[in-house]
């Protein structure tokens, strides 16, 4: 049988979208998904293994999509079947006594994190993309975000999954343990794996206790060398709730505060850096007051020039936004969006290398900084005035990362983007490994192939 008519037979032809209607389906914003021969639209775990059988039968190649928000080209599903998770985007259950919940793949994060709040409990992951991007993608993805620095990746909150591997076999372990070490972590094998050795259709996620309050803060600091003193001081003095460590270059800070952007100066202009901070505590009366002395101690021993503290929710999310805004970097024309990872320490230098260097090998480009500077994760967007330019742009990023011990990828993942300066970051062995991993997982090549590694 013809595998879209099998696949037909299989969801029903109302979920199984081809030509046009396919290609409306691929118009992705954030990323190119380019062109699947179909997209299939699944409603449960059972479905999603008939859809990779019947395209491991028919030697199809087969994509995961989520929310479409990925910047790497992850989800690129030329010549495939592109498996929607759409339809299966249910909150499943949650147990609070146990602070866990179990949720489909294709559940929006936002509606992840609401449905915890509604049950007293805390989902910490958060980030930009929060109302598109979804589980299943994140977990592909091992997405980072805004809280890592306390809670952790995307990793640290699966406690189990359920998985189709590449000839349609379901692989349940969904276990709700904290401690679980009787054999592999299979788990692993799923996440910030980009849907290359299976699909994930569902996770049991470790959930938190609700924090009662949630303070912000954007703060001037003078010189690079401030910023790591800074943050180890807020994490201690905060006794252990910062949960955010957020830097702004000045010509990030600069760009999402200018017309047209609808951002606000909190501070004004003219700092070398500024510093959006989120405490999350359980104390109403305390925990305002604590960090206000914190505060007023950095600024008397100089680590800080000047704060402002958010007195309301509207105000905490107001600075946020800034934050947030990054669609303002794209306002005068194309980009290029990085997402590097390296120790802090080197952080100073290597801005300063690329700057100098992009200056002199393309010097229409501009580059604006921001990052999880806590976590060690920088977004560097540089314009991208000519296409030509494009590869000496990616080099000149990413050609430092070398000899200090740098990441190509932070958060993002690897996709088609990156794939070719994965030797950037990981040695021979790693990737031949990685290779034998996706040939025993995946031995026909079906599963987004093409992506992170050749398989």
């Not at 091992?142 to 620095?149: E, F, I, P």
């Not at 590097?340 to 080197?346: E, H, N, Q, R, S």
Request: proline share 5%; hydrophobic share 45%.
């Amino acid at each position: 049988m013809d595998p879209i008519e099998a696949l037909q037979a299989a969801l029903g032809p109302s979920q199984v979208l081809t030509g046009e209607a396919a290609a409306q389906a691929a118009a992705g914003r954030w990323q190119r998904l380019g062109a699947p021969i179909a997209v299939v639209r699944p409603s449960t775990t059972e479905e999603v293994a008939s859809v990779v059988r019947i395209a491991a039968e028919a030697g199809v190649p087969v994509t995961a999509w989520g929310g479409k928000t990925g910047l790497v080209d992850g989800c690129n599903a030329t010549g495939a079947i592109a498996l929607s998770l759409e339809r299966m985007r249910a909150v499943e259950r949650i147990d609070t006594g146990g602070a866990v919940m179990v949720v489909q793949a294709g559940c929006p994060l936002q509606v992840a994190t609401e449905a915890a709040e509604a049950a007293g409990l805390f989902l910490p992951l958060d980030l930009g993309a929060r109302g598109s991007a979804t589980i299943g993608g994140m977990i592909s993805t091992n997405a980072g975000g805004n809280r890592v620095v306390r809670y952790g990746m995307t990793r640290d909150q699966v406690l189990g999954l359920e998985a189709v591997l590449a000839d349609g076999q379901v692989i349940s372990s969904m276990n709700p343990l904290i401690k679980n070490n009787a054999g592999y972590d299979l788990k692993q094998l799923f996440i910030g794996t980009e849907g290359t050795l299976g699909i994930v259709t569902r996770a049991v996620l470790r959930l938190r206790p609700h924090p009662t309050t949630q303070a912000a803060a954007i703060l001037a600091v003078e010189s690079f060398d401030h910023l790591a003193p800074l943050l180890r001081r807020l994490e201690g003095e905060l006794a252990g709730g910062l949960s955010a460590f957020e830097v702004m270059w000045p010509d990030y800070y600069q760009l999402v505060t200018a017309p047209p952007a609808k951002g606000r100066k909190v501070l004004p202009d003219g700092h070398a850096f500024y510093v959006l901070i989120e405490a999350l505590g359980a104390n109403p009366h305390a925990d305002q007051a604590r960090l206000e002395t914190v505060l007023e101690a950095l600024l008397e021993d100089e680590l800080i020039s000047d704060a402002a503290i958010a007195k309301s929710g509207a105000e905490r999310d107001e600075m946020w936004a800034l934050r947030d805004d990054v669609t303002q970097t794209s306002r005068d024309g194309p980009i290029i969006a990085f997402d590097v990872g390296l120790p802090i320490d080197t952080m100073q230098a290597y801005v300063a290398e690329v700057r100098a260097a992009l200056s002199a090998r393309t010097p229409a480009s501009r580059l604006i900084i921001f990052g999880h500077l806590g976590d060690g994760n920088l977004h560097l967007i540089a314009s991208l005035h000519r296409k030509e330019d494009r590869h000496a742009i990616e080099e000149t990023v990413y050609a430092p990362l070398r000899a200090i011990g740098g990441t190509v990828s932070a958060e993002h993942g690897i996709g088609l983007q990156k794939k070719a300066y994965l030797t950037h970051s990981r040695s021979t062995a790693e990737i031949s490994l990685m290779r034998r991993v996706k040939a025993a997982l995946d031995p026909k090549g079906i599963l987004n192939p093409g992506k992170i590694v050749d398989g």
